[in-house]
């Protein structure tokens, strides 16, 4: 089965989870628009549903599907984040970021009541870090911040790493935002948590792609159907 058939099977199983009255973050890439494609013939049936874009990709996904979109105030309650993963490992520990959405991911993970993450089986691993870690970072003065990158890396066990200034068809890839993306290969991490609070101190990094303690459930599309993991509590 292809993994686009798996992306699609979670995806589909992640709008089951989906209730009238609803305020949804709305994540970014291939797997999470399986999940806003799925949203949209609901909506059109008449489900009534609020959302929050983590991107201008989804932004537009889901206004051509008729989703409604708010922009959130101090009050806003957002009752379900999904989005989909570079790498989950067995603590539900991710690597996301691979789309240039990072920083506007986690704003809205983090805010949200519940996160669901959603992925086909192979992006699940024993040990984050063979996907590249992106870091989205400042543009002022940017080789400054990727020297402190090194050392930092260098400090917590990964030797020798190869680390790039993420590119576009024009040019150095900006984020929504307007920031550079770092990309780190790594090989393996062994402490995310300590790393993503270690890289996070260094000036003009603005956030990594180390999600940690953030995801509830993952819902991995398989040959066979889903796999759920919940986390423990």
Same mark, same amino acid.
């Given at each position: ?25 709305? $994540? ?20 009534? #549903? ?24 101090? $009050? ?13 490992? +067995? ?57 402190? #990158? ?10 020798? #790493? ?8 024009? $040019? ?52 066979? +159907? ?8």
């Amino acid at each position: 089965m292809s993994a686009e058939a798996k992306k699609h099977k979670a995806a589909a199983r992640a709008v089951e989870m989906v209730r009238a009255g609803m305020v949804l973050g709305l $994540g970014t890439g291939s797997t999470a628009a399986h999940f806003v494609a799925a949203l949209g013939p609901l909506v059109r049936e008449g489900l009534s #549903i609020q959302a929050i874009p983590t991107s201008e990709e989804t932004r537009k996904q889901a206004i051509n599907e008729g989703i409604e979109l708010i922009e959130p105030d101090e $009050g806003t309650i957002i009752d379900l984040a999904v989005d989909g993963t570079d790498e989950v490992d +067995g603590r539900l520990d991710l690597i996301k970021g691979g789309g240039g959405a990072l920083l506007r991911e986690k704003i809205i993970a983090e805010s949200a009541l519940r996160m669901v993450v959603i992925a086909d089986d192979s992006k699940k691993v024993a040990q984050l870090g063979a996907f590249p870690l992106p870091i989205e970072i400042d543009r002022f003065c940017w080789p400054l911040t990727v020297a402190h #990158i090194r050392e930092v890396c260098d400090a917590h066990g990964l030797k020798n #790493i190869d680390l790039s200034l993420r590119n576009s068809e024009s $040019g150095a890839f900006r984020s929504d935002g307007g920031n550079y993306i770092i990309d780190v290969c790594c090989g393996r991490i062994p402490d995310a948590g300590a790393l993503h609070q270690a890289l996070l101190a260094i000036p003009g990094v603005i956030e990594t792609g180390l999600f940690v303690n953030i995801a509830q459930r993952i819902i991995l599309g398989t040959d066979d +159907g889903v796999e759920i993991i919940e986390r423990s509590v």
